[in-house]
């Protein structure tokens, strides 16, 4: 059973930069498509990056498009999601996602993912 448990969240004023990592494990690490995903109190899950099994291809929400990198480390069975500029808007829990079968249609949508982890805090001070 895949399971996936991130970290790095944290407090941070806006204009900081946080590092989150998502450990994945119980399957074949390259065989996953890897998203993060946010959800903030009162507003509906949404999509912020994507990383093909692969690592040669990228998506980003359009809000976070050149402030947000999304990478992948074969060796560590990891995905991180480097955060920059941050703004009081990106405050939410975010969550990672793995899925084995996603085409690339597919990747920003939430339901196309069969594993997810617990979420981790970003809270983003004005």
């Known amino acids: 059973q895949v399971q996936l448990v991130e970290s790095g969240g944290g407090l941070v004023q806006t204009g900081g930069s946080l590092r989150l990592s998502c450990a994945h494990s119980?399957?074949?690490?390259?065989?996953?498509?890897m998203g993060w995903f946010r959800q903030a109190p009162g507003k509906d899950r949404e999509f912020v990056a994507a990383?093909?099994?692969?690592?040669?291809?990228?998506h980003y929400a359009d809000s976070v498009k050149g402030r947000f990198t999304i990478s992948r480390d074969k060796a560590e069975n990891t995905v991180y999601l480097q955060m920059i500029s941050l703004k009081p808007e990106d405050t939410a829990v975010y969550y990672c996602?793995?899925?084995?079968?996603?085409?690339?249609?597919?990747?920003?949508?939430?339901?196309?993912?069969?594993?997810w982890g617990q979420g981790t805090q970003v809270t983003v001070s004005s």
């Open positions: 996602a793995a899925d084995p079968s996603i085409i690339l249609s597919q990747v920003r949508f939430g339901s196309s993912y069969a594993y």
């Open positions: 119980g399957g074949t690490f390259q065989r996953y498509t």
């Open positions: 990383i093909r099994r692969n690592g040669d291809s990228t």
